[in-house]
């Protein structure tokens, strides 16, 4: 079992930045990779940016250049530092954990950019 907990959403305006952070616990040497979802009302869960346990990134076209993951294998934590943020990237964002078999979630925390 992987237990994850966000941290660091809040009410920003645009252009603006904000920091998340995910501690992972538990059967953490299981974990492949880890990544940030994100779901607005109304919408489909999508993917943000991913990052694998050697360190490779992956980000969806709309957060390219503007948000960057990263992990800190000490604490088992990811991070997605946001910058330059648009109303449209408001939603509930969620931490997620691959295993070999097994997704896990976070409960999200909600990020909301105000025009």
């Known amino acids: 079992q992987v237990q994850l907990v966000e941290s660091g959403g809040g009410l920003v305006q645009a252009g603006g930045s904000l920091r998340l952070s995910c501690a992972a616990s538990?059967?953490?040497?299981?974990?492949?990779?880890m990544g940030w979802y994100r779901q607005a009302p109304g919408k489909q869960r999508e993917l943000v940016a991913t990052i694998t346990r050697g360190g490779s990134t992956n980000y969806t076209d709309s957060v390219k250049g503007r948000f960057t993951i990263s992990r800190d294998s000490a604490k088992n934590t990811v991070y997605l530092q946001m910058n330059s943020l648009k109303p449209e990237d408001t939603a509930v964002y969620y931490c997620?954990?691959?295993?070999?078999?097994?997704?896990?979630w976070g409960q999200g925390t909600q990020v909301t950019v105000s025009s």
């Open positions: 997620n954990a691959h295993t070999w078999d097994v997704a896990y």
């Open positions: 538990g059967n953490i040497f299981s974990i492949k990779d």
